[in-house]
């Protein structure tokens, strides 16, 4: 898994989700969290301790979720298929209802183990980041030893099961994760056909690896190695298992042929209709390899179902309160700027605005997260529409800078390079101030800096000033290029490098222009701007035909309208 201190991935700013999570931390508390994932971003966001679930009797059991069963030590048909709920709620990254279908299984069947166990295994760390708080560690290893209390009327496997969780709450903190995937490990060899065993056992040996991957995509754990070993053996026997393909979806994405799990992304959001976050997660594989419209598309839908659910089941804190509703409306912005998705892109900034409408100064995360927001306002939106989006406070530099960066490029769009000038020198000011503070204002100023600098090359390629913009796009490049590009959709949302070799062509070095966007396709595969830019460098050479091809691989992508070198 790769390491992101500068692009601000997804992954990191998910933590921005819920307001109980985000904003009632404290300045302090948030920064040190936002680091933590920065260094080592885990899914798809922060979900924190799921200790205070609300009381499961309330709960709606939502259909959709999935169908797969798994039998227990119970005599109740009802608590049979709330553990069931559970476990596909787990698999979904939904832990706090996770935890109340667990309890209301309990509650029907109070001497059913494996229901203490689901419980457990619920509270206790998962890939979002959560359930690593002490409190939740000792919950976690109550339950499972009531559930080793319970386990007379268990199977052999689920007696193991329990004892494998055990490790995973008991002795020293540092051991506890790698001791769980080994028993787990032990318990999935000698049952090879069944696919909750094997999912949970990969899922420990992902939680227990500082990192997955490094920078050639290979295992940088023999943990992840075998992890990778576990789910593809399991979806052979079971390739219609949601929690197998959310899991290997998440494995292979910065792996190095991250293309395997395009099959099983396809037909996910079948297999789980109901379930927001398997309907979202193909978009993790559909970026990564260039399906920018998929990904777009499989987020709107994981929105609606997010509001879906709400209305259905009135889960505590409504939509603010779900953890990754923000990942997936963000990470849909991300998809239609790069796709050209206006109408869409537009609906989802409307939403993000709205449903985030208090961004504490201290949660810089989710100021960073709507710049997707105000650059579809910039590239997409109407001149009303602009003009009506609201100033952010001036305590609020980041979303500042990201309302000044869109109306920079609405402005662009209009050919009023003036104006486009007036926003990048209101961002610069926003950068030289000290109005930027924290352990991370040092990066946060570099993302203002590209805000800037896109404006400024925006502006002389308006004037018709090559040189000028090769010298912004370059510095705004640099800065991009400092860390890994592409994928998991960055907050720096499109190759700054594709802007560069559209104002090399201009200047007339379209061999260079050529070279660059051959460069950034390895990061940014598909991305149809780049195919524009291309087509327009070859025509330039010369190489018709190579243009031509060039310009059909940019339909491909584009659902937007004209495309010009200016706003590339």
Not at 167 to 177: I, L, P, V
Not at 214 to 230: C, L, Q, S, T, Y
Not at 434 to 444: L, N, R
Not at 464 to 487: K, S
């Amino acid at each position: 898994m790769r390491l992101t201190l500068l692009t601000f991935t997804a992954a990191a700013l998910c933590l921005a989700g819920p307001a109980a999570v985000a904003d009632a931390t404290s300045a302090t508390a948030d920064a040190e969290a936002s680091a933590a994932l920065l260094q080592n971003p885990r899914g798809c966001g922060r979900a924190g301790s799921v200790l205070d679930a609300a009381p499961e009797g309330q709960m709606v059991m939502v259909p959709g979720f999935g169908a797969e069963t798994w039998a227990v030590d119970t005599v109740k048909p009802e608590a049979q298929a709330w553990f069931d709920h559970g476990v596909r709620l787990r698999w979904a990254f939904e832990h706090k209802e996770a935890v109340r279908a667990f309890r209301r299984a309990r509650a029907i069947d109070p001497e059913c183990a494996m229901c203490a166990w689901g419980e457990a295994w619920a509270i206790g760390p998962n890939l979002n980041g959560g359930g690593t708080d002490d409190a939740s560690i000792r919950a976690g290893r109550q339950l499972a030893q009531l559930a080793r209390r319970k386990a007379r009327g268990a199977t052999a496997v689920q007696r193991q099961m329990i004892d494998a969780l055990i490790e995973r709450y008991s002795g020293a903190s540092a051991s506890q994760g790698v001791r769980f995937a080994r028993a787990m490990d032990r318990i999935a060899r000698r049952n090879p056909d069944d696919p909750m065993i094997a999912a949970t056992a990969a899922d420990a040996w992902m939680l227990q690896a500082d990192q997955w991957w490094d920078d050639d995509g290979k295992p940088a754990d023999r943990g992840i190695g075998r992890a990778m070993e576990i789910l593809e053996a399991s979806l052979q026997g079971a390739p219609d298992d949601p929690g197998t393909i959310h899991l290997y979806i998440h494995l292979t994405e910065w792996s190095d042929d991250p293309h395997k799990a395009i099959p099983y992304g396809e037909k996910l959001a079948r297999l789980a209709p109901s379930a927001s976050h398997l309907v979202h997660m193909p978009s993790h594989t559909f970026y990564r390899v260039g399906r920018y419209r998929d990904a777009m598309r499989s987020n709107v839908e994981a929105v609606a179902l997010d509001r879906r659910y709400d209305e259905l089941a009135a889960p505590p804190g409504g939509i603010t309160g779900m953890p990754l509703h923000a990942h997936n409306i963000h990470f849909g912005m991300g998809g239609a700027l790069m796709a050209g998705g206006g109408e869409e892109g537009l609906a989802l900034a409307d939403a993000f605005l709205a449903t985030y409408p208090d961004m504490s100064s201290g949660n810089p995360w989710r100021q960073l997260m709507a710049n997707d927001a105000y650059a579809i306002y910039g590239r997409f939106g109407s001149p009303a529409q602009v003009a009506a989006l609201a100033e952010p406070p001036e305590e609020r530099p980041l979303q500042r800078t990201s309302w000044r960066y869109g109306r920079g490029e609405a402005a662009a769009r209009a050919g009023d390079a003036a104006a486009v000038r007036a926003e990048a020198e209101a961002i610069k000011a926003i950068r030289e101030s000290d109005a930027i503070t924290g352990d991370q204002a040092d990066k946060m100023k570099l993302f203002v800096e590209v805000s800037q600098r896109v404006l400024e090359g925006r502006a002389a390629m308006i004037e018709g000033n090559a040189e000028a913009a090769v010298a912004a796009f370059t510095r705004a490049a640099e800065i991009q290029g400092m860390e890994e590009e592409g994928g998991d959709p960055p907050i720096i949302w499109f190759p700054t490098r594709r802007s560069l070799a559209a104002a090399m062509l201009a200047r007339g070095d379209a061999a260079g222009a050529k070279a660059k966007i051959e460069e950034l396709l390895v990061d940014w595969p598909m991305d149809p701007y780049s195919y524009f830019v291309l087509a327009e460098a070859e025509a330039a050479l010369g190489h018709m035909a190579a243009a031509e091809t060039a310009r059909e691989k940019a339909r491909v992508e584009w659902i937007g309208g004209t495309m010009t070198l200016k706003l590339a």
